[in-house]
């Protein structure tokens, strides 16, 4: 067997050099990796991550830039030992590598998809969670010199929420000490002196704890662990605040609650204080294994779907079938500990405290701790946005715990919610002794003001619940102060004010009333006359930058039965369903409009559908139209109102042909779809379809890259419309074959199902006349209401699965995205060559 430290040891003289000789070290929970400052012949940031008992080190010769795109040459060197993790002191001169050395910035580290191919193939993509780096990264080898005996490879910052733009603060210029000593090279040099201002500064620089000393864990005035405290929320803000006194949070949506324990007896306590213990067993049993001997830990509970994304609608189907399993508790805040009352402390304090207090809970726990930043809450914000995420909580680091709403703490949502009264309700149009639409109220004084309704949200079993509720509380006239409409009058059924539910929702009109309103949950913690209007939620209008759609109003398509449920699973009705593609228009329809499509109809909701291609009896010719003939007859849309008119119909999945009805003949798209096998892992697919990328643009064609709802992802190619539908799938047939022969434990390239356990197939035949595939942006016709969304190459490998985005998170995501990743498309599209091997460009 190699021995992979001899390089090591055989390049110092461990008589003269305080290095650790070192072994292998066994493998950790979590790999580390350290960033070492160096300052030897010339100043250089080494890299180290933990591989097989070892540190595989690179020496970056310009150190680390958080500007995706910077390229920063890394020089592989010698494995060194796991000791070397926190090592720092000076080399003496004469010696190999001598100069001083700092631990710049230390943590773990996760592979992106397979670390050994990556390895072996040139290129690692890998995440950070240090004090100081964090978020992805790549390592990229490049061809050496003849003359090279170390191998040269780059690293670049990947674009996340932690990238910068060019022009940001450098992280090198702004931190220049030690993350363990305060010190820095210079100290070294000089003979070691500790900087005593490290410890405060330190914590509030590198964005998450330090491990809390025996005096500080000592703070704390001695108390009772009270029964409950009163929780701080979130005042609603529209921009980000910035400096170094605030810190950074994810907002997750679930359910707010409070960890009590006392001793071996854990309490979990909702924002109101009722009692929650008996909904969430498991939780509590996390909690207790603890022992802790008492605390007052203040978080969140949620259920994260299998993309790691917080679900607050299964969150609440997990609740009503008793079956909690994922349910996890998001700790953020340590309010009591051990006798002592904590909220007096700065919170950075407090979290130090509670980090210290989850040191020793399995990864796999139900107990998570809450991480935080401390830089960029804006660049946060966006990429929370942009991944589907509720928002982010920004806090002050310095201030005390206070109960009830302050600005110490504010909120930037997504998509806005806010809680209103219920002031009546609208019967189902398509269900009996249920509720289709709620009428919402809030409170401007002493008068309940009419804000609009809300249609959509409820499943069919919470719509009957709601007529429960509300029906034994119906009153003859309108509890609002001032007269409606007729419109917003008719079929009205006016209750006593007395529920309060919280609905979401994307702004509000000219006229004050709720803009695509969506609805969330009632909400028994809270009273009617609290109800008062939060500030308005502004947010620029999403964009579509490659967009030539027609003008043309979607108005006057009648939506019959538009409070019928479609995915009951988070009550989507037809309406929900209507306003989501009203908001994205202009995105999905460049690629929609003139192209035949293949329709998946499911006129009761998910779980009754079929494909519908040729048009049928009724269908609305005055926006759908017919293409071709016989068994290529297809439906066509041309505008805002066709695609309503696709709603109308209980169209969920829409699935365009890769040509125009003008020129069907002739393909101006490629995809290959990337299914995975039973066993296949999200890094495994990221992985092939970068290999698709990197073999089509080896022949000179472009990629994107879009999710699909489901569990794959397509690699969309443009092409110019010169070849035939028989070039084209003798073309992507050929690179799906070549991937199969190539790497034949990952791919395959043939239909059998049997034949793809384990593996990836790479699906060519959406290339042929009459094929479809889904489009960008349309829905499909499955739990959650998912949506195939293009994305950037740089983000795929974070989304954790193709079903990453939903109806309730596009909106935000483009609201919140600063250019569309499929912006040069159109641009990209190459011709296909007569012989199917090469791009013609122009």
Known sequence: MVKLLEPYRAKRDFGVSSEPPGRRGRKAKKARFVVQKHDATRLHYDLRLEIDGVLKSWAVTRGP????????????????????????????????????????????????????????????????????????????????????????????????????????????EEHDTSVLS?????????????????????????????????????????????????????????????????????????????????????????????????KFKPIAAALKALKLPSALIDGEIVVETESGVSSFSALQQALTSGEIGGAVFYAFDLLYLDGKDLRALPLIERKDLLLQSLDDVDPKSRIRFSEHLVEDGAAMARHACRLGLEGIIAKRTDAAYRSGRSDLWRKVKCSHSEEFVIAGYMPSTSAVRS??????????????????????????????????????????????????PPLARRNAKWVDPRLVCEVTFRGWTADNQLRHASFKMLRSDVRPDEMVREAAMKRPKPRALNSQVKNTP??????????????????????????????????????????????????????????????????????????????????????????????????????PWGATAADPDRPDRLVFDLDPG????????????????ERLGRLGFAAFVKTTGGKGVHVVTPLMPQATWTEAKAFTKRVAAEMAKDTPERYVATVSKQAREGR??????????????????????????????????????????????????????????????????????RALGVSGHHAQRT
Not at 686 to 693: P, Y
Request: glycine share 12%; charged share 25%; aromatic share 8%.
């Open 554 to 655: 979607a108005e006057s398509v009648t939506l019959t039965h538009p409070d019928r449920v479609l995915w009951d699973d988070v009550g989507l009705t037809k309406e929900g369903l209507a306003a989501y593609y009203t908001e994205i228009a202009e995105h999905i329809l460049p690629h929609l409009v003139d192209r035949p499509l293949s329709l998946v109809r499911c006129p009761d909701g998910v779980g009754s559908c079929f494909y519908q291609k040729h048009g049928w009896a009724g269908m609305d010719d005055r926006y759908l139209h017919l293409v071709g003939e016989g068994s290529e007859r297809a439906v066509v849309i041309r505008d805002r109102a066709g695609l309503r008119a696709l709603v109308q119909a209980s169209v969920l999945e829409i699935h």
């Open 760 to 829: 990836i197939f790479v699906d060519y035949l959406r290339n042929q006349r009459g094929a479809t595939a889904v489009s960008a942006f349309s829905t499909r016709a499955r739990a959650g209401a998912p949506v195939s969304v293009p994305v950037s190459w740089d983000e795929l490998p974070s989304l954790g699965s193709g079903a990453r985005f939903s109806v309730a998170s596009v909106p935000g995501r483009l609201a919140a995205s600063k250019q569309d990743p499929w912006a040069n498309f159109t641009h990209a599209a």
């Open 182 to 278: 305060g010190r820095t090279n210079r100290d070294l040099a000089k003979g070691g002196a500790i900087r005593a201002d490290h410890e405060a500064r330190a914590r509030v620089e590198a964005g998450r704890t330090t491990r809390p000393t025996a005096s500080r864990s000592a703070r704390g005035r001695k108390a009772i662990l009270p029964p409950f405290v009163e929780p701080a929320l979130a005042t609603l803000v529209e921009t980000v605040p910035s400096g170094r006194d605030w810190l950074f949070e994810i907002k997750h949506d679930g359910y707010r609650m409070q960890a009590r324990i006392d001793g071996g007896s854990v309490t979990l306590l909702t924002r109101s204080g009722l009692d929650w213990t008996a």
């Open 678 to 693: 039973e066993g296949v892992g999200w890094g495994d697919l990221v992985a092939g379809a970068l290999d698709v990328r």
């Open 435 to 484: 509720v289709g639409s709620l009428i919402l109220g809030s409170y401007e004084g002493e008068h309940l003001v009419h804000v609009g309704r809300v249609g959509t949200g409820f499943s069919n079993t919470a719509a009957r619940d709601l007529w429960t509720q509300l029906d034994p509380l119906r009153i003859k006239a309108s509890p609002f102060s001032m007269e409606l």
């Open 65 to 172: 830039s958080l500007v995706p795109g910077d390229k920063r040459l890394a020089v592989q060197t010698e494995d060194h030992p796991i000791d070397y993790l926190r090592w720092e002191g000076a080399i003496p001169k004469g010696q190999y590598g001598g100069g001083t050395m700092i631990v710049w910035d230390t943590g773990h580290w996760d592979p992106v998809g397979d670390l050994a191919a990556g390895l072996a193939k040139g290129h690692v993509e890998f995440a950070l969670h240090g004090d100081r780096l964090k978020g992805r990264w790549h390592l990229v080898r490049m061809k050496g010199r003849g003359s090279e005996r170390k191998e040269p490879w780059l690293l670049l910052k990947a674009e996340d929420e932690h990238a910068r733009l060019k022009g940001d603060a450098d992280i090198l």
